[in-house]
């Protein structure tokens, strides 16, 4: 079964303008992380924003933030006031903290989001 | 003072070739991965370690053979390179979890082998 599902491959926004990145996950371990990574054209992976299900608030760094919903079990990353280096590959992430498998990490198939000038 | 290093960045070989890719991290994480991207991104769990032993193990040819001389080197190597074989690789460490933001993981630059 999926653990991560991100269901858009391509998202166009314009400059300045917010986006949001849809990610739900599956487990049935209380304790579990969500992360968000940026991967531009470039290549290398850049971790953006962490969630743990405990965490009582939504998760922001800076232009991004995590609207957790944990009941709906879903974890998408808001982008605010897009910038051109934005435009990138986005992939959500989870680790079950209390599983066997609590170092392995689980992947989506990422979303291709193109920031419009 | 880079995290996470592999190398090399690229790396271009005939079929049938044996090759390696070295993966070292700073960070003092107890657990280094490897991930293959293939070229429509996808990111697949290949191999984990955690304190130089074999933790995750999935489904991949036995031509792939991880090395982790200590905690802080996890070397991968591929014999018998198939044209298949080309993708980017990517080398990762986190902690143990405890359950935090602590428990990032994170990845090297990524070596992109190319099979002639």
């Known amino acids: 079964a999926q653990k991560i599902t991100q269901t858009q491959p391509g998202m166009f926004v314009q400059e300045k303008e917010a986006v949001t990145l849809d990610c739900t996950y599956d487990?049935?371990?209380?304790?579990?992380?969500l992360f968000w990574y940026k991967q531009p054209s470039s290549g290398e992976m850049i971790f953006l924003i962490y969630?743990?299900?405990?965490?009582?608030q939504n998760a922001t760094e800076g232009r991004y933030s995590l609207n957790f919903q944990k009941a709906r079990k879903s974890a998408n990353l808001v982008i605010s006031a897009s910038q051109l280096g934005d435009s990138a590959m986005y992939f959500c992430?989870?680790?079950?903290?209390?599983?066997?498998?609590?170092?392995?990490?689980?992947f989506g198939t990422g979303t291709s989001l193109t920031v419009i000038p | 003072d880079t995290a996470v290093s592999q190398t090399p960045k690229y790396l271009v070989t005939q079929m049938g070739n044996d090759k390696s890719i070295k993966c070292e991290q700073n960070?003092?994480?107890?657990?280094m991965y490897w991930y293959k991207q293939d070229s429509k991104k996808f990111l697949k769990i290949m191999f984990s370690?955690?304190?130089?032993?074999?933790?995750i193990n999935e489904t991949v040819p036995n031509r792939f053979s991880p090395k982790s001389p200590d905690k802080a080197h996890l070397n991968l190597h591929i014999n018998s390179l198939e044209l298949g074989d080309s993708a980017v690789y990517f080398c990762?460490?986190?902690?143990?979890?405890?359950?935090?933001?602590?428990?990032?993981?994170?990845f090297g630059p990524g070596t992109r082998l190319t099979v002639l």
């Open positions: 990762a460490s986190s902690q143990d979890s405890s359950g935090g933001s602590t428990d990032t993981q994170y």
């Open positions: 487990t049935s371990d209380p304790s579990y992380g």
């Open positions: 969630q743990g299900s405990y965490d009582q």
């Open positions: 992430a989870m680790r079950d903290f209390l599983s066997n498998t609590g170092n392995q990490f689980y």
């Open positions: 960070l003092g994480h107890d657990t």
């Open positions: 370690y955690n304190n130089k032993e074999l933790i």
